[in-house]
């Protein structure tokens, strides 16, 4: 199982990025799928996650309402959409495979990517 994250990079306050993750050695459709991040210093958090049917979504109480996280399962393919993006989301993002949303949201997951880095400035 391969998850390859891209999208990261450098925005100021107040932009926006969409991260992507592609999935390679799995039945995507099968698996919950998940973004976490961690930044320097801190311990890695949950962020969203969404269900292999797309049915069942949830986010972290400091994302809900400015990201979005989407699937298309025909592209093995999960996004996050970051919007309003603050310096405190400044960590590395990580996409994560799972048996469902609400094992992901607490830290049960399969499969982990590599991680792309979103630096907010101020």
């Known amino acids: 199982v391969q998850l390859v994250e891209s999208g990261g990079g450098l925005v100021q306050a107040g932009g926006s990025l969409r991260l992507s993750c592609a999935a390679s050695?799995?039945?995507?459709?099968?698996?919950?799928m998940g973004w976490f991040r961690q930044a320097p210093g801190k311990e890695r958090e949950f962020v969203a996650a969404?269900?292999?049917?797309?049915?069942?979504?949830y986010y972290s109480d400091s994302v809900q309402g400015r990201f979005t996280i989407s699937r298309d399962n025909a592209k093995n393919t999960v996004y996050l959409q970051m919007n309003s993006l603050k310096p405190e989301d400044t960590a590395v993002y990580y996409c994560?495979?799972?048996?469902?949303?609400?094992?992901?949201?607490?830290?049960?997951?399969?499969?982990w990517g590599q991680g792309t880095q979103v630096t907010v400035s101020s």
């Open positions: 994560a495979a799972g048996r469902a949303p609400s094992k992901l949201r607490l830290g049960d997951t399969m499969y």
């Open positions: 050695g799995l039945t995507f459709g099968n698996y919950a």
């Open positions: 969404k269900s292999g049917g797309a049915t069942i979504t």
